[in-house]
């Protein structure tokens, strides 16, 4: 393994876990029992847009930092399951980084448990879903439109440097929407952490692949089909491009 590509899992690994810290503990200090944002925003769906759109921002700024540009910032093993689809990347440097995102998840979730009472009173921000057919429905929709979006905004030259600015505004909305049905995970690697500490196991699997595979298919077909990206990353296209197929 060259060390270019262990720079990579690494960059990978870091964003992935400052994305579970800094984005659950938006969802625990929002929403958590005790939370002044509770009294200061009263509306449950205004608290659900916040954190959406707060976890969007996390997701955008790691996208666009030194780590972002080391790794693509894949930070969901559903990116990076949709890029090998694409035939963005090799088999071998999917499952890299899909391991690299989930020890990521495991290491950035247990500083939550600092928050104590009110980041209990959240399981530490656990996706846990209302009852498993509605929730199977919501994270596929959910993740479908996720990877359809980045998908779509990478594939166009005139949009893929907007690709990390989608994410605020996609999140709000769907959080907001859908949060109350599954808790809106849309990443297994984010499920993955809370879990772990609060042990309130959920799937989260089978779900986010189906909405994967549908909207990788949906670029196979009709005028979306002649859509292609270049490179497995989210921004920073130009930089360490070794981790495409072409390796």
Same mark, same amino acid.
Request: proline share 5%; with cysteine.
């Given at each position: 393994?060259?060390?270019?590509?262990?720079?990579?899992?690494?960059?990978?690994?870091?964003?992935?876990?400052?994305?579970?810290?800094?984005?659950?503990?938006?969802?625990?200090?929002?929403? *958590? %029992?005790?939370? /002044?944002?509770?009294?200061?925003?009263?509306?449950? &769906?205004?608290?659900? !847009?916040?954190?959406? @759109?707060?976890?969007?921002?996390?997701?955008?700024?790691?996208?666009?930092?030194?780590?972002?540009?080391?790794?693509?910032?894949?930070?969901?093993?559903?990116?990076?399951?949709?890029?090998?689809?694409?035939?963005?990347?090799?088999?071998?440097?999917?499952?890299?980084?899909?391991?690299?995102?989930?020890a990521g998840a495991a290491i950035g979730s247990l500083?939550?448990?600092?928050?104590?009472?009110?980041?209990?009173?959240?399981?530490? *921000? %656990?996706?846990? /879903?209302?009852?498993?057919?509605?929730?199977?429905? &919501?994270?596929?929709? !959910?993740?479908?439109? @996720?990877?359809?979006?980045?998908?779509?905004?990478?594939?166009?030259?005139?949009?893929?440097?907007?690709?990390?600015?989608?994410?605020?505004?996609?999140?709000?909305?769907?959080?907001?929407?859908?949060?109350?049905?599954?808790?809106?995970?849309?990443?297994?690697?984010?499920?993955?952490?809370?879990?772990?500490?609060?042990?309130?196991?959920?799937?989260?699997?089978?779900?986010?692949?189906?909405?994967?595979?549908?909207?990788?298919?949906?670029?196979?077909?009709?005028?979306?089909?002649?859509?292609?990206?270049?490179?497995?990353?989210?921004?920073?296209?130009?930089?360490?491009?070794?981790?495409?197929?072409?390796?």
């Amino acid at each position: 393994m060259t060390n270019k590509l262990l720079r990579t899992y690494l960059a990978e690994f870091i964003g992935t876990g400052l994305l579970v810290l800094v984005g659950l503990s938006a969802v625990i200090f929002i929403n *958590g %029992a005790g939370s /002044p944002v509770l009294r200061l925003l009263p509306g449950a &769906g205004g608290r659900r !847009a916040l954190t959406g @759109l707060l976890f969007g921002a996390t997701g955008c700024l790691i996208t666009l930092s030194p780590v972002g540009e080391i790794s693509g910032a894949h930070l969901n093993p559903m990116v990076s399951l949709a890029f090998w689809l694409r035939h963005n990347m090799k088999f071998r440097n999917m499952l890299g980084y899909i391991g690299a995102q989930m020890a990521g998840a495991a290491i950035g979730s247990l500083p939550l448990l600092w928050w104590g009472a009110q980041g209990q009173s959240m399981d530490y *921000g %656990a996706t846990l /879903p209302a009852s498993i057919p509605t929730a199977f429905v &919501g994270e596929a929709w !959910a993740t479908f439109c @996720l990877i359809a979006i980045i998908m779509l905004f990478i594939s166009h030259v005139r949009l893929r440097d907007f690709t990390p600015f989608t994410l605020p505004v996609l999140y709000g909305f769907m959080v907001w929407l859908e949060a109350p049905v599954s808790g809106t995970s849309t990443n297994p690697a984010r499920s993955f952490g809370p879990a772990l500490i609060s042990t309130s196991w959920t799937g989260y699997w089978l779900a986010p692949f189906t909405g994967v595979v549908l909207a990788v298919l949906l670029f196979k077909v009709g005028g979306l089909k002649y859509l292609r990206s270049e490179v497995a990353k989210l921004y920073h296209f130009a930089a360490y491009r070794f981790i495409s197929r072409d390796l």
